[in-house]
Structures are given as structure tokens and as C-alpha cells.
């Protein structure tokens, strides 16, 4: 199993400017996923960290707006920049280990 | 990805069997079929995977129709606590690059 932390738990921002989010595991880990999940909706996965290369990122999401870094196997960040109304979200963190992803609780933010 | 089709949401009574049910009629040989749950304000959460067989755990089972083309997730006796959107996933766990996708889900309510 893996236990999951991320700060901040929820925060709120000013459009056009950026806030990191950071993720903490309780073990070493190869692969990290971020994803957003929009108000009332489900999960949409915004990238793929692996530790030691470039993040990969799905389809609509793009590095230059979230930015992410893997320094070591237990610990990433995501940075969502130039915020706007639209990017009001909670963000997850989540792991693979064996045939599980475990997700953190998520950074609930809102921007203004 | 291969998609799966669940109801938008069941209701059940407390103590009483659910059965939750998933149709993903364009399964692979390759894909396993995996069912993870949100509860309110929490991250997902891992409940039961499978390949063919049916499989148990102490949270659930989980039947998968011969042809596997279709599966239902079995709470045995559901309480309060189970109350959460259930999502039917599907992902070719000998691929790395697969990643597990969320559909819409089932709100599951359970009536006291």
C-alpha cells in the first residue's frame, strides 16, 4: 500500500497567477499521476511523472501550463500557472503499486 | 482505452445486497477489469480487480460474464459508508503505458 499527502489541502487564488501543489509518498515509487477532477464530474488524467525523465501528458494538457517535477521517487510537484476562473478544480496525486493506484486526498482550489 | 457504459446511479437499502452493474462489450483479451470508488470528499479508492475468474475480497466480488463482455460488482450487505460513485475501469495491466481512465461512474445512495 502507499500513503499519500499533498499541500495544499485547498486554496484560493487570483487569476493569472500560479500555485504548486506538492505530493508526498510514504515509499518509493516509479510512477506518479496528476489528475483534476472538475466540479460534479469524474477524474481526467493531466500527466504521468516517472522519475529521472520528462513528465508525459495527455491529450489537452500541456507543460507550459502545468508544469511538473519528479526530484525522487517519493515526491512530486505540480504547478498549475496564469490561473483562471476554469482551472478551479481538485487536483490528485496518485501511485501505482502492484495492481493499485492509491490517491492522495487532494488540493481543492479555487481561483477568483 | 477501451470504454465501459454504467448506469448514471442505483439506489439500495442499507443491509441489503447491490449489485453494480458494467458493460464493456469491446474488452480485449489483454484488459482487466478494475472497480475503484470516491467516496464524498476523498480521493478514489482501490476496491477489486479482475482478469476472467470471479474474484472476492473483503470489501466486494466481482462477476465477469463469460464472454467478458460485461461485469457486476457485489456489495454483500451495503451500509451508509457506501455510499460513493463507483467507477468500472479497464486497463491492459501488462502495459505500462495503459493508465487507469475514469468514466462517469455510478452514484451509488443507500437508504436507511
Known amino acids: 500500500s502507499a500513503v499519500i499527502s499533498q499541500k495544499p489541502s485547498r486554496d484560493i487564488c487570483q487569476r493569472g497567477t500560479s500555485l504548486t501543489i506538492q505530493c508526498q509518498v510514504d515509499?518509493?515509487?516509479?510512477?506518479m499521476f496528476w489528475y483534476r477532477q472538475q466540479p460534479g464530474q469524474s477524474l481526467t488524467l493531466i500527466a504521468t511523472a516517472n522519475q529521472g525523465s520528462e513528465a508525459t501528458y495527455e491529450s489537452g494538457f500541456v507543460i507550459d501550463k502545468f508544469p511538473i517535477s519528479r526530484p525522487n521517487l517519493t515526491f512530486s510537484t505540480l504547478t498549475v500557472s496564469n490561473m483562471s476562473p476554469e482551472d478551479s478544480s481538485i487536483y490528485l496525486c496518485?501511485?501505482?503499486?502492484?495492481?493499485?493506484?492509491?490517491f492522495g486526498p487532494g488540493t481543492r482550489l479555487t481561483v477568483t | 482505452d477501451a470504454k465501459t457504459t454504467q448506469p448514471n446511479s442505483m439506489e439500495s437499502n442499507e443491509e441489503e445486497p447491490v449489485h453494480l452493474p458494467c458493460n464493456h462489450s469491446?474488452?480485449?483479451?489483454?484488459?482487466?477489469i478494475h472497480w475503484y470508488r470516491q467516496l464524498p470528499s476523498q480521493g478514489p479508492e482501490y476496491v477489486i480487480h479482475?482478469?476472467?475468474s470471479n474474484v472476492n475480497n473483503r470489501m466486494a466480488s466481482l462477476a465477469i460474464a463469460e464472454d467478458r463482455k460485461s461485469s457486476t460488482l457485489i456489495l454483500h450487505r451495503a451500509t451508509l459508508r457506501d455510499a460513493a460513485v463507483y467507477y468500472c475501469i479497464l486497463r491492459d495491466d501488462m502495459n505500462r503505458d495503459d493508465k487507469i481512465i475514469f468514466g462517469k461512474g455510478t452514484r451509488l445512495h443507500i437508504l436507511p
Open positions: 479482475g482478469l476472467t
Open positions: 515509499s518509493q515509487v516509479t510512477m
Open positions: 496518485s501511485v501505482e503499486s502492484g495492481y493499485e493506484q492509491y
Open positions: 469491446t474488452i480485449s483479451g489483454t484488459d482487466y
